[in-house]
C-alpha cells in the first residue's frame, strides 16, 4: 500500500489497531543512504521490559511481550509512504472491545470535545462528572478516547432535570425510560394502605440482573445511609466482582426496617433474579433481617457484620471498670481462636474472670456465634468480605452525586449517572488485567499459573500467600487413612509481639484434594500460604488442579452482562443538535446580521417546539402498582428504627457545609463585636470559586453556576439556602 504521508499511514494503522485492540508505538526511525526514510510502527507490547530497580524482588506491571506484530514503512524522495513489510501475528491476547483504552496519539478526540474539556476547565468538577460529560459527547463510553485519569480538571456537571415534575413522576419517568431501553429492567412500587403513597421503591437494571448470575453467590445488604429530604434509607444489595470491586446487584429506598417491609423487598429481588437465592447474605445485626431472611431465603447462611458488632463494644461495655481490659481479650478471643473449641474455652475464661455472666448482650452474641465469629464461618465461601463495610462503601458511588438534601426526582438520575461511572472504573479494570502483566515473586510453576489466570487485583492477593511462606515451617506429621496431615508452623506477628501459630494440612495424593484448617480457600477462594509451603515440601510446585483457579478471579472469562450498555439515548438527540448547530455557530456566523438571524430563527423554533402537543408517555404498565391508583402523592416520612437521621452517615458535602456554617457564624459574632469602622468596611464573604478552592465544594457550587450568580459574592448561609431551593420542587 501506499499513503501520502507519514501521518496518514500512521492515523490508518492507528485506526487498525483500535479495532483489533492493541496499542501502537513507533519503535524506530532513521534515513538511509538513499536518502530514504525508514521508520517502524509497532505494537506496544514489542519489545522487553528491563527493569532499573535494584530491588530484585519489587514487583512490576509490565505490557511487553516481545511481541513482533509492526509495519515497516519507507518514505520516498517525493514524500509518499510505501509499506515494505507489515507482521500481523500478535503473541498475546488482543482486546477487541478494550480498543480505546490504549492512546494511540496525544489528541483527546473532536475538536468540540477538547472545547467543552477546557470550558469545564474554568468552574473545576469532580472527575467522575467531567467523564459523564464526555460519554454523552462520545455518545456512551464505549466511544471515548480518553481515560479518567486523562481529566484532570473538576466541572459541575449541568443536571439536567428531564424527569418531569414532583419527585413521584420523576420515578415513573425514570422506571419507564429504564424498562423502554431494555425490558429485563425490573422495578417495583410498594403502596401504603389507602393506594395513595408510595411506601417502598426497588428498582435492578438489567445489567444487574446479568451480573448476579456471575458474583451472586455472596452479597451484603446494609441499610444505614439516608439521602434524601423524606429521610428513607438507601439500601444497596452489594456483591463483589472479578477484581475485588463492590459490583451493585439492586437498589431500595424504604420506609422503615420492619420485618414485612424487608419480606415485601426480599421476596421482590428474588423475583428479579429469577428465583435464585445467594448461598450468603452478610448483614447489620437486626432480629427484623434475621425474620425476613428466615422467611425467603431459608438455605441461605445468614452472617452478621462482625465491624458493627465490634463497633458496639463502648457502648455496651464502656463502663465497666475493666473495659480496655476485657476489649482487649475480647479481640483475641475472636480473632485468633483457631478452632470452635479454642473459641469457647477463651470466651468462658473471659466470663468467668471479670464475671460478666448477667451481660444479656454478651449473652445474645454468644447464642448466635454462628452467624458472626469467624471461627464458626470461615468454612463458607464469602467471597472474601468479612464485614458490611462493601454496602457501606457504595456511598462512594454516589458521593458527589447526591447529599442529604438531594430529592429523589435528583437522586434517580445522579444514580444512572454514578453506576455508569462505576462501570467505567471496572472496564479500566479489566483492561489493566488484559494488558499488563504483574512479575512473578518466585519461580514456582503455580505462581505462573495464577498470574495467567487472575486478574491483577487477585493474583496481588495470591503474590501476599507466596511472600509469605517464607515466615512458614513445614514438617510432615502423620498418615491417616489415604490422607497426610501436615503441621505447618507460621510466625507470626499478635498485637506486637511474635507468635508462632500451627495450621493442619490435609493432602489426598489420589484426588490431590488439600485442605487447611485456615480454610482461607473455602473463605476467600485463594490458596493459602500453608497449602502453598506443603506443595513445596512434596515438590508439586508445577501446577494445581484447575478446581483451585476459581471462574469468578479469572481475567478472560466473557461474561455476558458486560455486553449490557447503559443507555445515552437521550443524550444522542441533543447531541446530534448540538454538532449540527455547532457547525452553524462556528463558520457560519461571520457579522451580527448573521446572529441577529440565527437568533430570530431559533426564537422562532422555540416557539414551534413550545406550542407541539406533547409525545405520548408510556402507560403506567407497572405491576406493582394497583390498578385503581389513579394519583399518587410524595413519600411520607418515615419513622426510622436505626440510626438517627443525625447520627447516620453523611456525604462529603455535608459535612464541609457544615464546618463552613459554623465558622462562617463564629465569624459574623465577632464582626459584631468590632468597633463601628470594622462595621462599614463589612465582612468579605468568599466568592462561589473561592469557596470551591478552599473547600473542594465543587458539587455545591453548582447549584449557584447560572451566569447570573456565579461571578457574585455569595456567602456560605446563602449558597445553602440557595441549595436549599433548587432542591425544593415546589421553590
Given at each position: 500500500?501506499?499513503?501520502?504521508?507519514e501521518?496518514?499511514?500512521?492515523?490508518y494503522?492507528?485506526?487498525?489497531?483500535?479495532?483489533?485492540?492493541?496499542?501502537?508505538?513507533?519503535?524506530?526511525?532513521?534515513?538511509?543512504?538513499?536518502?530514504?526514510k525508514?521508520?517502524?510502527?509497532a505494537c506496544?507490547c514489542?519489545?522487553r521490559?528491563?527493569?532499573t530497580s535494584k530491588?530484585p524482588?519489587?514487583?512490576?506491571l509490565?505490557?511487553?511481550?516481545?511481541c513482533r506484530?509492526r509495519?515497516?514503512a519507507?518514505?520516498?524522495?517525493?514524500?509518499?509512504?510505501t509499506?515494505?513489510?507489515?507482521?500481523?501475528?500478535?503473541?498475546?491476547e488482543?482486546?477487541?472491545?478494550k480498543?480505546?483504552y490504549?492512546r494511540l496519539?496525544?489528541?483527546?478526540g473532536?475538536?468540540?470535545?477538547?472545547?467543552?474539556?477546557e470550558?469545564?476547565?474554568?468552574v473545576?468538577?469532580s472527575?467522575?462528572?467531567n467523564?459523564q460529560?464526555?460519554?454523552g459527547?462520545?455518545?456512551?463510553f464505549?466511544?471515548?478516547?480518553?481515560a479518567e485519569?486523562?481529566?484532570r480538571n473538576h466541572?459541575?456537571?449541568v443536571?439536567?432535570l428531564?424527569?418531569g415534575?414532583g419527585?413521584?413522576d420523576?420515578?415513573?419517568?425514570?422506571?419507564?425510560r429504564?424498562?423502554?431501553?431494555?425490558?429485563?429492567f425490573y422495578?417495583a412500587?410498594?403502596?401504603?394502605d389507602?393506594?395513595?403513597?408510595?411506601q417502598n421503591l426497588?428498582?435492578?437494571?438489567?445489567?444487574?440482573?446479568?451480573?448476579?448470575?456471575?458474583?451472586g453467590?455472596?452479597?451484603?445488604?446494609?441499610?444505614t445511609?439516608?439521602?434524601?429530604?423524606?429521610?428513607?434509607p438507601?439500601t444497596p444489595?452489594?456483591?463483589?466482582?472479578?477484581?475485588?470491586?463492590?459490583?451493585?446487584l439492586g437498589?431500595a429506598i424504604?420506609s422503615?426496617?420492619?420485618t414485612?417491609?424487608?419480606?415485601?423487598l426480599?421476596?421482590r429481588w428474588?423475583e428479579c433474579m429469577?428465583?435464585?437465592?445467594p448461598?450468603?447474605?452478610?448483614t447489620?445485626?437486626d432480629?427484623?433481617m434475621?425474620?425476613?431472611i428466615?422467611?425467603?431465603?431459608p438455605k441461605?447462611?445468614?452472617?452478621?457484620c462482625?465491624?458493627?458488632?465490634?463497633k458496639?463494644?463502648?457502648e455496651m461495655l464502656g463502663k465497666?471498670?475493666?473495659?480496655?481490659?476485657?476489649?482487649?481479650?475480647?479481640?483475641g478471643?475472636?480473632?485468633d481462636?483457631?478452632?470452635?473449641s479454642?473459641?469457647?474455652?477463651?470466651?468462658?475464661?473471659?466470663?468467668?474472670h471479670?464475671?460478666?455472666?448477667?451481660?444479656?448482650w454478651?449473652?445474645?452474641?454468644?447464642?448466635?456465634?454462628?452467624?458472626w465469629?469467624p471461627?464458626?464461618?470461615?468454612e463458607t465461601f464469602?467471597?472474601g468480605?468479612?464485614?458490611t463495610?462493601r454496602?457501606?462503601s457504595?456511598?462512594s458511588?454516589f458521593?458527589?452525586y447526591?447529599?442529604?438534601k438531594t430529592t429523589l426526582?435528583l437522586?434517580v438520575?445522579?444514580?444512572d449517572?454514578?453506576?455508569?461511572?462505576k462501570?467505567?472504573?471496572?472496564s479500566?479494570a479489566?483492561f489493566?488485567?488484559f494488558?499488563?502483566?504483574?512479575?512473578?515473586?518466585?519461580?514456582?510453576?503455580f505462581?505462573?499459573q495464577?498470574?495467567?489466570a487472575?486478574?491483577n487485583?487477585?493474583?496481588?492477593?495470591?503474590?501476599?500467600?507466596?511472600?509469605?511462606m517464607?515466615?512458614?515451617n513445614?514438617?510432615?506429621?502423620r498418615?491417616?487413612?489415604?490422607n497426610?496431615?501436615?503441621s505447618?508452623t507460621?510466625?507470626?506477628k499478635v498485637?506486637?509481639k511474635i507468635?508462632?501459630v500451627v495450621?493442619?494440612?490435609s493432602?489426598n495424593?489420589?484426588?490431590?484434594?488439600?485442605?487447611?484448617t485456615?480454610?482461607?480457600?473455602?473463605?476467600?477462594?485463594?490458596?493459602?500460604?500453608h497449602?502453598?509451603?506443603v506443595?513445596?515440601l512434596?515438590?508439586?510446585?508445577?501446577?494445581?488442579?484447575?478446581?483451585?483457579?476459581?471462574?469468578?478471579?479469572?481475567k478472560?472469562v466473557?461474561?455476558?452482562?458486560?455486553l449490557?450498555k447503559?443507555?445515552?439515548e437521550?443524550?444522542?438527540?441533543v447531541n446530534?443538535?448540538c454538532d449540527a448547530?455547532?457547525?452553524?455557530a462556528?463558520?457560519?456566523?461571520n457579522?451580527e446580521?448573521?446572529?441577529?438571524?440565527?437568533?430570530?430563527?431559533?426564537k422562532d423554533?422555540?416557539n414551534?417546539?413550545t406550542?407541539k402537543?406533547p409525545?405520548?408517555?408510556?402507560?403506567?404498565?407497572?405491576s406493582?402498582?394497583p390498578?385503581?391508583?389513579?394519583r399518587?402523592l410524595?413519600?411520607t416520612?418515615?419513622q426510622?428504627?436505626g440510626?438517627?437521621?443525625l447520627?447516620?452517615k453523611?456525604?462529603?458535602?455535608?459535612?464541609?457545609?457544615?464546618k463552613k456554617?459554623a465558622?462562617?457564624k463564629t465569624?459574623k459574632?465577632n464582626?459584631?463585636?468590632?468597633?463601628?469602622?470594622?462595621?462599614?468596611?463589612?465582612?468579605c464573604?468568599?466568592?462561589?470559586?473561592?469557596?470551591?478552592?478552599?473547600?473542594?465544594?465543587?458539587?455545591?457550587g453548582?447549584v449557584?453556576c447560572?451566569?447570573?450568580?456565579i461571578?457574585?459574592n455569595?456567602?456560605?448561609?446563602e449558597l445553602l439556602q440557595a441549595?436549599h431551593?433548587?432542591?425544593?420542587?415546589?421553590?
Amino acid at each position: 500500500m501506499t499513503f501520502s504521508s507519514e501521518e496518514e499511514v500512521t492515523r490508518y494503522y492507528m485506526n487498525y489497531a483500535k479495532n483489533v485492540g492493541f496499542g501502537v508505538g513507533k519503535i524506530s526511525s532513521k534515513n538511509g543512504d538513499d536518502g530514504k526514510k525508514y521508520f517502524t510502527l509497532a505494537c506496544n507490547c514489542a519489545r522487553r521490559y528491563v527493569s532499573t530497580s535494584k530491588n530484585p524482588s519489587k514487583q512490576y506491571l509490565t505490557s511487553k511481550t516481545q511481541c513482533r506484530a509492526r509495519l515497516n514503512a519507507c518514505m520516498a524522495l517525493d514524500g509518499t509512504i510505501t509499506v515494505s513489510r507489515v507482521v500481523l501475528e500478535h503473541n498475546h491476547e488482543l482486546g477487541f472491545a478494550k480498543g480505546r483504552y490504549f492512546r494511540l496519539d496525544e489528541s483527546l478526540g473532536p475538536p468540540r470535545l477538547e472545547r467543552n474539556l477546557e470550558l469545564n476547565d474554568q468552574v473545576a468538577n469532580s472527575v467522575g462528572k467531567n467523564l459523564q460529560s464526555v460519554a454523552g459527547e462520545m455518545n456512551g463510553f464505549e466511544n471515548l478516547t480518553l481515560a479518567e485519569k486523562d481529566c484532570r480538571n473538576h466541572v459541575p456537571k449541568v443536571r439536567r432535570l428531564r424527569l418531569g415534575r414532583g419527585d413521584v413522576d420523576a420515578i415513573h419517568s425514570f422506571f419507564h425510560r429504564m424498562q423502554k431501553q431494555n425490558s429485563q429492567f425490573y422495578c417495583a412500587m410498594d403502596m401504603d394502605d389507602k393506594g395513595i403513597n408510595i411506601q417502598n421503591l426497588f428498582w435492578a437494571d438489567a445489567r444487574c440482573r446479568a451480573a448476579y448470575e456471575y458474583f451472586g453467590e455472596v452479597i451484603t445488604f446494609d441499610t444505614t445511609y439516608s439521602i434524601n429530604k423524606y429521610d428513607l434509607p438507601l439500601t444497596p444489595f452489594v456483591g463483589v466482582n472479578h477484581h475485588g470491586q463492590s459490583i451493585l446487584l439492586g437498589c431500595a429506598i424504604l420506609s422503615n426496617m420492619d420485618t414485612k417491609t424487608l419480606t415485601w423487598l426480599f421476596t421482590r429481588w428474588l423475583e428479579c433474579m429469577h428465583g435464585h437465592a445467594p448461598n450468603g447474605i452478610i448483614t447489620n445485626e437486626d432480629s427484623a433481617m434475621k425474620s425476613a431472611i428466615q422467611d425467603v431465603f431459608p438455605k441461605a447462611r445468614h452472617r452478621w457484620c462482625l465491624w458493627h458488632i465490634m463497633k458496639k463494644l463502648p457502648e455496651m461495655l464502656g463502663k465497666h471498670s475493666c473495659y480496655e481490659s476485657i476489649k482487649t481479650l475480647l479481640y483475641g478471643v475472636v480473632y485468633d481462636s483457631l478452632s470452635k473449641s479454642d473459641f469457647m474455652e477463651s470466651w468462658g475464661n473471659m466470663i468467668e474472670h471479670y464475671k460478666l455472666h448477667d451481660n444479656e448482650w454478651l449473652k445474645g452474641l454468644f447464642d448466635e456465634r454462628h452467624r458472626w465469629v469467624p471461627v464458626y464461618v470461615k468454612e463458607t465461601f464469602w467471597a472474601g468480605m468479612s464485614t458490611t463495610q462493601r454496602s457501606e462503601s457504595i456511598d462512594s458511588y454516589f458521593d458527589g452525586y447526591v447529599n442529604s438534601k438531594t430529592t429523589l426526582k435528583l437522586f434517580v438520575e445522579q444514580y444512572d449517572n454514578a453506576l455508569n461511572d462505576k462501570i467505567e472504573k471496572e472496564s479500566m479494570a479489566d483492561f489493566d488485567s488484559f494488558n499488563t502483566t504483574i512479575t512473578c515473586a518466585s519461580h514456582f510453576g503455580f505462581e505462573i499459573q495464577f498470574q495467567k489466570a487472575f486478574t491483577n487485583a487477585k493474583f496481588i492477593e495470591f503474590q501476599v500467600e507466596v511472600s509469605s511462606m517464607m515466615y512458614c515451617n513445614t514438617s510432615f506429621e502423620r498418615l491417616e487413612d489415604s490422607n497426610s496431615i501436615f503441621s505447618v508452623t507460621e510466625n507470626r506477628k499478635v498485637n506486637e509481639k511474635i507468635k508462632d501459630v500451627v495450621f493442619k494440612v490435609s493432602f489426598n495424593e489420589k484426588d490431590f484434594k488439600l485442605r487447611c484448617t485456615c480454610c482461607l480457600f473455602e473463605f476467600k477462594g485463594i490458596l493459602c500460604r500453608h497449602i502453598l509451603c506443603v506443595l513445596k515440601l512434596i515438590g508439586k510446585t508445577d501446577s494445581v488442579p484447575p478446581y483451585y483457579i476459581l471462574p469468578r478471579w479469572m481475567k478472560y472469562v466473557k461474561r455476558r452482562y458486560t455486553l449490557i450498555k447503559r443507555g445515552f439515548e437521550e443524550l444522542q438527540r441533543v447531541n446530534i443538535a448540538c454538532d449540527a448547530f455547532y457547525e452553524v455557530a462556528s463558520t457560519m456566523i461571520n457579522s451580527e446580521d448573521d446572529l441577529v438571524k440565527v437568533m430570530n430563527w431559533i426564537k422562532d423554533l422555540k416557539n414551534v417546539l413550545t406550542c407541539k402537543e406533547p409525545s405520548s408517555r408510556i402507560a403506567h404498565d407497572l405491576s406493582s402498582i394497583p390498578n385503581h391508583v389513579t394519583r399518587m402523592l410524595d413519600p411520607t416520612g418515615t419513622q426510622s428504627n436505626g440510626f438517627p437521621p443525625l447520627k447516620r452517615k453523611t456525604s462529603n458535602i455535608d459535612q464541609i457545609l457544615k464546618k463552613k456554617l459554623a465558622r462562617n457564624k463564629t465569624q459574623k459574632n465577632n464582626q459584631e463585636n468590632k468597633n463601628d469602622q470594622s462595621q462599614e468596611e463589612g465582612l468579605c464573604t468568599p466568592t462561589v470559586q473561592e469557596i470551591d478552592d478552599e473547600e473542594h465544594l465543587g458539587d455545591v457550587g453548582q447549584v449557584l453556576c447560572c451566569p447570573q450568580i456565579i461571578n457574585q459574592n455569595v456567602s456560605c448561609s446563602e449558597l445553602l439556602q440557595a441549595q436549599h431551593h433548587m432542591n425544593d420542587p415546589s421553590s
